[in-house]
């Protein structure tokens, strides 16, 4: 129970008991955790990625009249839906390509090189931009004969 304190300027103020709360119920929820809980408790579930990806596995599949029922199906999960309207839009190949990729993964892009690399030395540049000084710097310990990375 909390007891009135008298205060030097006229007034007095709650000053609570040890192990007593000034908010008995606590924080109340946050509005997210609460819409989560409730989506829980109807039975939706986190989409996972391996579930986005056999999302979009099917819908590369489908045909035309297909995907037009699936995107007019308000019973379809709403990914589903604006994937499927992406796909039908003019920028459809953009869609599947992003949906290509994120399924299997961007192709590997190789690059080939042809020709010598020469590392034996290089240059270090010291000083300001004015007036910088150069000098070349052997790759082999001159002390031990070495070579150095």
Same mark, same amino acid.
């Given at each position: 129970?909390?007891?009135?304190?008298?205060?030097?300027?006229?007034?007095?103020?709650?000053?609570?008991?040890?192990?007593?709360?000034?908010?008995?119920?606590?924080?109340?929820?946050?509005?997210?955790? &609460?819409?989560?809980?409730?989506?829980?408790?109807? =039975?939706? *579930?986190?989409?996972?990625?391996?579930?986005?990806m056999e999302?979009? +596995?099917?819908?590369?599949?489908?045909?035309?009249?297909?995907?037009? +029922?699936?995107?007019?199906?308000?019973?379809?999960?709403?990914?589903?839906?604006?994937?499927?309207? &992406?796909?039908?839009?003019?920028? =459809? &190949?953009?869609?599947? *390509?992003?949906?290509?990729?994120?399924?299997?993964?961007?192709?590997?892009?190789?690059?080939?090189?042809?020709? +010598?690399?020469?590392?034996?030395?290089?240059?270090?540049?010291?000083?300001?931009?004015?007036?910088?000084t150069e000098? *070349?710097?052997?790759?082999?310990? *001159?002390?031990?004969?070495?070579?150095?990375?």
């Open positions: 129970m909390s007891k009135l304190v008298p205060q030097p300027h006229g007034g007095a103020i709650n000053r609570f008991e040890p192990g007593e709360s000034g908010n008995p119920k606590g924080q109340p929820p946050k509005v997210l955790t &609460s819409v989560m809980k409730q989506l829980r408790s109807a =039975g939706y *579930e986190r989409v996972t990625a391996a579930g986005v999302a979009y +596995e099917i819908l590369l599949g489908l045909d035309e009249d297909t995907l037009k +029922e699936s995107i007019n199906d308000k019973e379809q999960p709403m990914i589903l839906r604006i994937v499927g309207k &992406s796909m039908l839009s003019k920028k =459809g &190949s953009d869609m599947l *390509e992003k949906m290509l990729d994120r399924a299997h993964g961007k192709p590997l892009q190789r690059k080939e090189h042809s020709g +010598e690399l020469n590392i034996n030395e290089y240059v270090i540049k010291r000083g300001d931009q004015d007036n910088p000098r *070349e710097v052997p790759t082999t310990d *001159e002390a031990d004969g070495r070579e150095q990375c």
